[in-house]
C-alpha cells in the first residue's frame, strides 16, 4: 500500500494535555504537507486550527474526553462551541458506565443528541474498547448504527489499551452501512496501519504515521 494511502486516512492527532499553540500550528503544517485526513486536537484549539487552515485540512476534535462521563448536556454544548469555532469532525466518548450497567437507551439516546447537534458534520463515536466485553462491543455497533453516526471508533489511547486486530474484525462483521471504522491508539508502524486498512478500518488515529513518513524523507 502506498506511504500517501495510509496518510490520506490518517487523522493527525495531538490530544496530549501539555500541548501548546504552537504544537497545534505545527501539527496542521505538517498535516498540510503529508495530506492527511484531518488534524484531531482539543477542543480549546479548534478555532486556533482553524483559522491556520482555512479549510484545507478538516478540524477533528473530541468530546466528552476521555473518559465520556459528562452529562448529555455538557456534551451538547461542547459540540455546539467546537462546531462554532470551526471543527469539522467531532469524536465522542460514550458513557461507558451507562453501557456497563446495561443502560442502552441512554447510550443511544446521548449519541442521537449529540449527532443531532453536529448539523451534517461528521460524528465518531468513541467506545473504548479495552474496557468492553465482546458483547458489549457487538451491541455498540448496533447502537453506533442505529444512531446514525459516521464512525465507530476503538479508543481514545488514553485507557489501558488501543486498538486490536480483533476489534477491527469485530466492528468489521458487526456494523451496518454507512458506518465506517475508525481504528485509534498504539498504531505504531507503517505495517499496523496497513493491516488496520486491510481489515476495513477507513481512518486511523495516530500521530506516528507522519512521523515515518517524515523519517523516510529525510532518508532519502
Known amino acids: 500500500m502506498k506511504l500517501e494511502t495510509i496518510l ?3 487523522d493527525h492527532t495531538l490530544l496530549s494535555q501539555t500541548a501548546t499553540f504552537d504544537d497545534i500550528i505545527s501539527l496542521c503544517d505538517e498535516a498540510i504537507e503529508y495530506k492527511t485526513a484531518s488534524v484531531c486536537i482539543p477542543p480549546c484549539y479548534v478555532k486556533t486550527a ?11 476534535t473530541v468530546i466528552g474526553f476521555p ?4 452529562t448529555k448536556s455538557a456534551k451538547c454544548f461542547e459540540t455546539r462551541e467546537a462546531i462554532a469555532n470551526g471543527a469539522d469532525e467531532i469524536d465522542m466518548v460514550i458513557n461507558i458506565g451507562f453501557l456497563r450497567a446495561g443502560r442502552l437507551d441512554l447510550v443511544l ?9 453536529c ?3 461528521v460524528l465518531k463515536v468513541i467506545i473504548e474498547t479495552c474496557l468492553l ?6 451491541e455498540m455497533c448496533r447502537i453506533v448504527t442505529e ?15 488501543g486498538a486490536t486486530v480483533e ?6 462483521d458487526n456494523i451496518s452501512e454507512p458506518v465506517k471504522i475508525k481504528a485509534a491508539g498504539g498504531i505504531s508502524s507503517l505495517a499496523d496501519a496497513e493491516e488496520f486498512i486491510n481489515l476495513g478500518a477507513s481512518r486511523l488515529g495516530t500521530s506516528r504515521i507522519v512521523k515515518l513518513a517524515k523519517e523516510l524523507k529525510n532518508d532519502k
Open 8 to 10: 490520506s486516512k490518517c
Open 167 to 172: 476489534d477491527i474484525k469485530l466492528f468489521a
Open 109 to 117: 439516546d446521548e449519541i442521537v443528541a449529540v449527532r443531532n447537534e
Open 133 to 138: 466485553t465482546d458483547w458489549e462491543k457487538k
Open 119 to 121: 448539523k451534517g458534520k
Open 147 to 161: 444512531s446514525g453516526a459516521d464512525y465507530i471508533k476503538t479508543s481514545t489511547g488514553f485507557s489501558k489499551g
Open 50 to 60: 482553524s483559522d491556520h487552515l482555512q479549510g484545507r485540512i478538516p478540524v477533528c
Open 67 to 70: 473518559n465520556g462521563n459528562m
